[in-house]
């Protein structure tokens, strides 16, 4: 149960990017519903070959509060969600939030973050590392890059947020009309870490809710994996040019507290066979940064 007004709630939008979700769509769309009826969601399709957008269409022809979005062919996640927030602030939202269609972002939970939008944030991360968040049947490795993921973000960037790569997220509609979509960056999914860390310099009131992350059980992932290092590439490069020195202490800290980390997530015993795994994880961040440090 939310307390937030209904009439607000019908200011907000969630958008919903789909490649491929046929299988997801009504379950997703059906979650959001009954979780906060009020609320308008937003599908974006890109043309997916399963026949997701048909399907969106057919839903909206039976739900005025829900609308479809149709584009060329797939252009990418920040593409959609690009285009998603253009369509809401052409009208009246006045919040707009992300989620993902495999039902890793529980709608059960959008009240959490609208909430916080209530209570006067103007970003809302539903994070899997604040205390209280957390990942359910995300396998190991995955699990790792995350967090040392986040954890070498947080250093590079001292942004102070634990999960800066989170997709789960509502905006007042003010923070995105002041970010400019042209400049944000386009490696991999590194936009929500661009779009927080700008958010947090130009002085904007961002928060983290710990969320409860489902690894999708559902159709396919488009994660590609080379996006981990074009990421943390950029990431460090912002670091580098905000705050040098520091950034240079430490990442030289960040093979401590990484091992701290497998340590107090108790993932001694699973890290066994992982050790190479993670040595290299390590050693790719360590020759990032000197390769930025030693630049100028
Ligand atoms: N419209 C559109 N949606 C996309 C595109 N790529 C991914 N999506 C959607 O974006 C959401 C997140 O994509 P996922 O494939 O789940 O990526 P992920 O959550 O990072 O990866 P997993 O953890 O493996 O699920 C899903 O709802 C996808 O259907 C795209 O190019 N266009
Ligand atoms: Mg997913």
């Known amino acids: 149960m939310t307390t937030i007004a209904p009439e607000r709630l ?11 979700e046929l299988e997801n769509l009504p379950l ?23 026949g997701t957008g048909k399907a969106a269409d057919q839903l909206a022809a039976e739900d005025a509060r829900l609308h479809v979005l149709h584009r060329e062919g797939k252009g990418g996640l920040l593409g959609a969600y690009l285009a998603g927030f253009e369509w809401g602030l052409e009208r009246d939202y006045q919040v707009l939030c992300e989620m993902d269609a495999d039902g890793s972002h529980a709608p059960e939970e959008l009240h959490l973050l609208l909430e916080e939008i209530e209570k ?21 490795n995955r699990q790792l890059l995350s967090r040392l993921g986040n954890v070498y973000i947080s250093m590079a960037l001292g ?3 634990s999960d800066m790569t989170a997709g789960y997220r509502a905006f007042r509609r003010e923070l995105l009309e002041f970010l400019d979509f042209d400049d944000l960056s386009r490696k991999g999914y590194i936009f929500q870490v661009d779009v927080a860390n700008r958010a947090i310099r130009a002085g904007y009131d961002v928060r983290e809710v710990p969320i409860t992350f489902t690894e999708r059980e559902l159709g396919e992932s488009k994660l ?36 701290r980390m ?11 066979k992982k050790k190479d795994y993670l040595v290299g994880f390590f050693g790719e961040m360590r ?10």
């Open 10 to 20: 019908e200011k907000t939008l969630v958008i919903i990017p789909t490649y491929n």
């Open 28 to 50: 997703i769309t059906g979650r959001v519903r009954k979780a906060l009826q009020q609320v308008h969601i937003l599908i974006v399709d890109d043309n997916s070959p399963d």
């Open 120 to 140: 006067g944030a103007d970003l809302v991360i539903g994070s899997r590392y604040v205390p209280g968040g957390k990942t359910v049947n995300w396998p190991v």
């Open 159 to 161: 942004a102070g947020l």
């Open 224 to 259: 590609d994996g080379s996006f981990v290092k074009d990421s943390l590439a950029e990431v460090t490069k912002w670091g580098v040019a905000h705050r040098r020195d520091q950034v240079e202490g430490y990442v030289n800290d960040f093979g401590a507290v990484g091992k």
């Open 262 to 272: 497998i340590q107090d997530l108790d993932l001694g015993t699973k890290v066994g």
């Open 287 to 296: 020759k990032l940064v000197e390769h930025e440090l030693n630049k100028k």
